[in-house]
C-alpha cells in the first residue's frame, strides 16, 4: 500500500511509509569529495590520439554536419581501448556517486567542427542523444546571448539555481571560460532527502506529491503549459528527484495553477536552503576541455553567475548534451508526462509541433 501510494505521488501520514535514509555512494557531501577529487578522471595521450582518429573518420564521412550528426551513431565513432572506460565512466554517473569529470580533451587546437563531432562522438558511448528545446538542438551551447529575459537562464549570464534537467544524463564540454564566475556547483539530492527526513519529516508529504511546473513556453502536443511531477519519486526501490524552483514558481501565473499552500512554500525554501548550504553542495571551476557528466535523478546542477570577456571569441561558452542511456534506471510512469516515455534509452527532451533535429555547430 505505501509503495504504490508513494509511485502514485500520494502524501503520507507515518514516517514508516516514506522510503528509508537512502545509503550509498549517491550520498555525499561537497567539502568530502572537494578533499578527496577522485571524481576528475584526465584522459592519456593515447586516449585522446584514438579520440582524434574518430573525429577524423566521422568528419570524412559528413557532408551536411549540421543535419548529419544527428544520426551519428556508437558504431560512427569506434573507440576499442577508451569505450570500455567510457561505460565505467557512465556506471559511475548511474549507479555511483552520480558525477564526473573528464579533462584534458584538446579543444584549443580544434575547429568548430571537429568540437562538435568529438562531443557527439563521445556522447554516442553514453546514450541517445535527446532534443533540448523547441528549436530541436542535440548539441546545445550553453552562453549568453544578450538576453536577460530569455526565457531559458542557459542563455544568460545569471545564476541558474540548483536544478534537474529533463533527461537522464546531461553533459558539458567546456570550450571557453568566463572573466570571472561561472563556476559548477553540484549537490545530492539523495543528500537533500536524508537531511530533510532528519530535519522536518512533516514537510516530506509535500516533496513526494505532484506539483506544476512551468514548460517556458515549449509545450509539446496535447499537453499543458505546465508538468506536474513530484520532487521526490519513490519507484523500484530507487529516489529520483526532478526540480526547478524559478519554473515551479513561474508555474503559479498560469491559469488553473493554484498559489502555494503555507508548508509546500515552507518545504521548497527547505530544499533550496539545504541545496545552497557550503557543508552539502560542490563547487568546481571548469577548464577548456572539461567534460561533466551528472546523473539528474541522484544530483541537482547549478551555475554561478558571471562577468564574461568583451572580445567575442574568448566568451564563456559550452557544449551540452541531453542523454539518454539504455541502461538507466526505472522510472514511474508520472514521469511520461514531461520525458514524453519511461523507456529506458528512448525518454526525456523537448519536443513539441515542427521539431526538427539539428546539431548547430554554433549559436548566436
Excluded at 556517486?97 to 573528464?102: E, K, P, S, W
Excluded at 570550450?175 to 549537490?187: D, H, I, P, Q, Y
Amino acid at each position: 500500500m505505501a509503495a504504490a501510494a508513494i509511485d502514485q505521488g500520494m502524501p503520507f501520514m507515518d514516517m514508516s511509509e516514506y522510503p528509508p535514509e537512502i545509503q550509498g555512494p549517491s550520498v555525499w557531501y561537497g567539502p568530502d569529495l572537494d578533499a578527496r577529487r577522485d571524481w576528475i578522471e584526465a584522459l592519456s595521450d593515447a586516449e585522446i590520439a584514438e579520440i582524434e582518429r574518430a573525429i577524423h573518420g566521422a568528419i570524412e564521412r559528413l557532408e551536411n554536419p549540421e543535419r548529419e550528426l544527428v544520426s551519428l551513431r556508437q558504431q560512427d565513432f569506434p573507440l576499442p581501448t577508451l569505450a570500455p572506460r567510457l561505460e565505467r565512466i557512465l556506471d559511475e554517473v548511474l549507479t555511483g556517486r552520480g558525477f564526473v569529470l573528464i579533462r584534458r580533451l584538446p579543444v584549443e587546437r580544434w575547429f568548430k567542427l571537429q568540437r562538435a563531432v568529438a562531443f557527439c562522438g563521445l556522447g554516442t558511448h553514453w546514450g541517445n542523444l535527446r532534443s533540448q528545446n523547441a528549436e530541436g538542438h542535440l548539441l546545445g551551447h550553453v552562453k549568453d546571448l544578450g538576453d536577460a529575459d530569455a526565457p531559458r537562464l542557459y542563455k544568460t549570464s545569471k545564476r541558474q539555481g540548483y536544478h534537474t534537467d529533463s533527461c537522464d544524463v546531461v553533459g558539458l564540454l567546456c570550450l571557453n571560460t568566463a572573466k570571472e564566475g561561472g563556476l559548477s556547483s553540484l549537490v545530492s539530492s539523495m543528500t537533500l532527502f536524508n537531511e530533510i527526513r532528519r530535519r522536518r519529516p512533516d514537510l516530506l508529504a509535500c516533496l513526494f506529491s505532484p506539483i506544476e511546473t512551468d514548460r517556458r513556453g515549449e509545450v509539446p502536443e496535447g499537453q499543458k503549459p505546465y508538468f506536474r511531477i513530484p520532487v521526490f519519486n519513490w519507484h523500484g526501490g530507487l529516489l529520483s528527484a526532478i526540480y526547478q524552483r524559478k519554473y515551479i514558481d513561474e508555474a503559479r501565473k498560469l491559469p488553473g495553477v493554484p498559489p502555494y499552500t503555507r508548508q509546500q512554500e515552507e518545504a521548497l525554501d527547505l530544499f533550496d536552503n539545504l541545496a545552497n548550504d557550503p557543508a552539502l553542495h560542490l563547487r568546481m571551476e571548469f577548464q577548456p576541455g572539461d567534460v561533466q557528466l551528472v546523473h539528474n535523478h541522484t544530483i541537482l546542477h547549478d551555475r554561478t553567475s558571471f562577468m564574461d570577456w568583451p572580445e567575442t571569441e574568448r566568451r564563456r561558452h559550452l557544449l551540452r548534451l541531453w542523454l539518454a542511456p539504455p541502461r538507466a534506471r526505472p522510472l514511474p510512469e508520472v514521469f511520461v508526462e514531461r520525458y514524453g516515455s519511461i523507456t529506458p534509452g528512448d525518454r526525456g527532451g523537448v519536443v513539441v509541433r515542427g521539431t526538427r533535429l539539428v546539431a548547430p555547430l554554433d549559436v548566436t
